[in-house]
């Protein structure tokens, strides 16, 4: 069975420092792998998705970056970290399941408190 | 641009009544709508689904309905019990983007014993 992992669960980081956030995939190739970012109380922001290594494609313009170095591995970055980036951070594959359905699976996802 | 409302964004329910949560989209070339809930600290997991070509889908005591001509679906929760309290997201897909969802704001449920 397929099964995703993120790491760290939670962070602490100052303003200014660097992040890096990762999420690797297990049983499935060449998954289309997707980060998104919740803050509290609302709902979810797609940052970035990526259909195979080195291929990313971002949604909104931020101080974030992704990289996919590995067909299974996605890593969310920043070089320098800013209060509004706090949240909830979750990464998910797509996979086409039976009768063609899109299901979209999440992974335990990253608390980042930044202060 | 493409948009998903959700409403209510909260719903208050005693144990065993049901509950409903209603969704409209403004992509008319979406054709996959699932649902997620998600508990506490935890990762969104998908709980029921439905295509275009499907009016309705029921998983115990879950059902989804979807009006393609008025672009509505809703999910519908029957017998509610304390375990279903939890926040409750709608999606669709972003027209051609196989796998690009775009999700409602969630509505939180709470169910009172």
């Known amino acids: 069975s397929q099964t995703i992992h993120q790491w760290p669960a939670t962070l602490v980081q100052p303003v200014g420092s660097p992040l890096s956030l990762e999420c690797t995939v297990e049983?499935?190739?060449?998954?289309?792998l997707y980060w998104y970012r919740q803050a509290a109380g609302r709902g979810l922001q797609l940052l970035f998705y990526s259909v195979g290594i080195g291929q990313i494609s971002s949604e909104v313009p931020q101080n974030l970056s992704a990289s996919r170095p590995q067909d299974r591995q996605f890593i969310l970055s920043s070089k320098k970290l800013l209060l509004s980036d706090s949240g909830f951070y979750l990464c998910?594959?797509?996979?086409?399941?039976?009768?063609?359905?899109?299901?979209?699976?999440f992974g335990p996802g990253t608390r980042l408190t930044v202060t | 641009g493409e948009n998903v409302e959700q409403h209510p964004s909260t719903l208050s329910v005693q144990e065993g009544d049901s509950a409903v949560i209603k969704c409209t989209y403004s992509?008319?070339?979406?054709?996959?709508f699932p649902w997620y809930k998600q508990e506490l600290g935890k990762g969104p997991q998908l709980i029921i689904d439905?295509?275009?070509?499907?009016g309705e889908k029921k998983d115990q005591r879950i059902a989804v309905t979807l009006n393609k001509t008025a672009k509505h679906f809703s999910l519908h929760i029957t017998e509610t019990q304390p375990e279903d309290s939890a926040v409750y997201f709608c999606?669709?897909?972003?027209?051609?983007?196989?796998?690009?969802?775009?999700f409602g704001k969630g509505t939180k449920l709470s169910v009172k014993p």
């Open positions: 049983g499935t190739s060449n998954p289309n």
């Open positions: 999606a669709a897909t972003r027209g051609g983007s196989q796998g690009n969802l775009i």
């Open positions: 998910a594959w797509y996979h086409t399941g039976r009768e063609g359905r899109y299901e979209q699976y």
């Open positions: 992509d008319s070339a979406s054709n996959y």
């Open positions: 439905i295509r275009s070509n499907v």
